[in-house]
């Protein structure tokens, strides 16, 4: 008798017994993905910039310029710093260590921004010159707390002294009403500060031109932080400190706009008693007293994740009316980052029920105009982890989950939850959130304030990853005892990688029983195949993000005792790809129907004291 896996399609089933999960599911694994119906060796992680010290990186974020450059971000400690070249810069200090923190790009006609909110205050850094920053907090215009930029204006919540409101800026109107033009302001040779700093310190300025009077020379704005003369002349602006720089002497007049997103923006949550169009507003989601603890938009309505409940509020297209009612009660998230947008809704992880946490969507109806609320991954045990510090975000058909084994102080696993192939497979990094790039994807560091770029190359940091995969429990659907005399295995591996091959036969303990080799004989060096460093997609992602695996196909020949059921597991030992494609049991021998031997006892129970068993005659 033979039996084949043909291919390893359903991730971790560990929430039933491992003998009644699907033929091609792993009852247990981390470091070993499921992809493309191959059980594949995991991707690593590398250093992002200079090593970080004790601590944690509690945010992480990517802005762009109005070119399209990235700008990285990221809190380490009590300090915002951006990535110049390879080392991370301080850019705002003296912060809150655990204060939440939440960043959102915006780009207006005034350029292009990432704005921080935080109960430590609210910043504005201009992206094409990530190291200085503006200071906009306001009691009387706006709030401390979390919030993003939609639609030209801000959604905020988390306020300590608020935490079940949910509060709007203006929208940004970027005409006349929020900008000021400045006209033939005096400049001074080779490099000044332009004016309008120092009569508002919340002001930032974009649309430069400068016009040296000798010669007319005009040095115009190309909006990334560089200005270039009509006569071959260059120059910098800073926009937010407002000081220039241009390479031709002599003074001259300046042309230029300032804003300040206080009046009228971003950062305005003021409204009148009898509100207009446009102006900030507060929703009360009081019910439950549980605070709100993220909000997503999704198909024209704002979904209030709470700690014990779901709101949802929808504004009308005149900004005059809104719908600010209980989505659903009895569910909710843990933590401001355990809930994501996807393409098909929002997920996140409910722990409202305490002990049994589910992993959910809030996707439309398909036959109608309601929103459905569906577990998902049903086959997964979530409450083997901790979310109270999860962060959840959506990599390809992915959502990564950062959480926290059984005993761990911090975040020390990455769950990868595949919505589209339904299978959940799990990583041994540490994280505390992320962001992505280029199809590439970075975490910060849940023990130190170092960043990485995860899932790219085969190592982690230098080591080989931590890693194994076991199969079910397998019994070949029959409870007669058996052996196997061979093992055959397929796939692709990469020269000067190995993985071993295990075996355990009864819940007895693990044994060798092979190794599979990228140099052995068996390999077909003649069939290379590109594969790439990056986990997600079947492409290539860049000419030299790729390794080179070949095709290999060997039978292992195999010494087991008499067993009923019995697990394989693989662990990869060195760097480099490694996939099981197939894994057959071949030439297996059948024997007597009997449970296996350390199982058979006699059961004659002593009737004078009702627990010694064994007894060498039967009591009566």
């Not at 929103?371 to 049903?378: N, Y």
């Amino acid at each position: 008798m033979n039996a084949k896996v043909r291919a390893f399609s359903r991730g971790i089933h560990d929430l039933f017994s491992d003998e009644i999960i699907p033929q091609d599911a792993l009852s247990h694994a981390q470091g070993w993905i499921t992809k493309n119906g191959n059980l594949e060796f995991a991707r690593g992680r590398k250093l992002e910039g200079n090593v970080g010290t004790t601590g944690s990186c509690s945010d992480i974020h990517t802005g762009y310029t109005v070119r399209g450059t990235a700008v990285k971000f990221k809190k380490s400690g009590t300090t915002i710093k951006t990535l110049v070249g390879a080392t991370w810069t301080d850019v705002i200090t003296g912060l809150t260590e655990d204060a939440p923190t939440s960043f959102s790009n915006y780009t207006s006609l005034a350029g292009a921004f990432v704005y921080i909110y935080s109960t430590d205050g609210i910043y504005k850094i201009v992206t094409a010159n990530p190291t200085s920053f503006t200071s906009l907090y306001d009691a009387a215009k706006n709030f401390k707390g979390t919030a993003f930029i939609d639609k030209g204006r801000a959604i905020l919540w988390g306020r300590e002294k608020d935490k079940t409101g949910l509060y709007g800026s203006w929208i940004d109107a970027q005409d006349s009403t929020t900008y000021t033009t400045i006209t033939g302001e005096a400049t001074v040779s080779l490099g000044g500060t332009l004016a309008f700093k120092s009569a508002g310190a919340t002001r930032t300025c974009f649309a430069v031109t400068i016009t040296i009077t000798a010669g007319g020379q005009v040095f115009s704005d190309n909006y990334d932080g560089t200005l270039t003369g009509s006569a071959g002349g260059t120059g910098t602006i800073n926009y937010t400190s407002g000081v220039y720089t241009l390479s031709a002497s002599g003074v001259g007049t300046a042309v230029y706009q300032w804003e300040n997103t206080n009046a009228k923006g971003v950062t305005d949550f003021t409204y009148t008693l009898t509100r207009v169009a446009s102006e900030g507003f507060v929703f009360p989601q009081d019910i439950g007293g549980d605070g709100i603890q993220v909000v997503i938009p999704l198909d024209g309505k704002y979904f209030s994740l709470k700690e014990r409940s779901v709101y949802t509020l929808s504004i009308n297209e005149t900004d005059l009316l809104a719908d600010n009612q209980v989505f659903r009660s009895n569910i909710g998230v843990p933590s401001r980052k355990a809930a994501v947008a996807t393409s098909k809704g929002i997920i996140f992880i409910d722990v409202a029920n305490g002990e049994n946490p589910v992993m959910r969507f809030i996707t439309r109806n398909p036959v109608g105009d309601n929103f459905d609320t569906l577990p998902i991954f049903p086959q997964f045990n979530f409450a083997n982890y901790s979310y109270a510090d999860a962060a959840l975000t959506v990599y390809g058909d992915y959502v990564l989950v950062a959480c926290k084994s059984s005993g761990a102080t911090a975040n020390d696993t990455i769950l990868l939850c595949n919505y589209v192939n339904d299978t959940v497979d799990i990583l041994p990094y540490e994280s505390k959130c992320f962001t992505q790039h280029a199809g590439n994807l970075y975490a910060g560091d849940s023990l130190s304030t170092s960043s990485y770029q995860i899932l790219n190359g085969f190592d982690d940091l230098g080591y080989v990853i931590e890693n194994f995969a076991q199969t079910k429990a397998e019994t070949f659907e029959i409870d007669d005892l058996k052996k196997i005399k061979k093992l055959r295995l397929k796939g692709l591996i990469s020269t000067g990688q190995n993985y071993s091959v295990y075996g355990s036969f009864d819940d007895a303990g693990f044994q060798l029983l092979g190794t599979v080799s990228g140099d052995a004989t068996y390999v077909d060096m003649t069939n290379p195949n590109t594969v790439g460093l990056n986990l997600i997609g079947a492409d290539v992602i860049g000419g030299s993000d790729s390794a080179v695996a070949y095709p290999y196909y060997c039978e292992l020949k195999i010494k087991t005792p008499k067993f009923r059921k019995r697990h394989i597991k693989f662990v990869a030992n060195g760097f480099g790809y490694a996939s099981v494609e197939s894994l057959q049991d071949f030439n297996i021998w059948t024997f007597e129907n009997k449970i296996p031997k350390k199982s058979r006892q006699k059961q004659n129970v002593s009737i004078n004291d009702g627990i010694t068993v064994d007894m060498p005659v039967p009591n009566y």
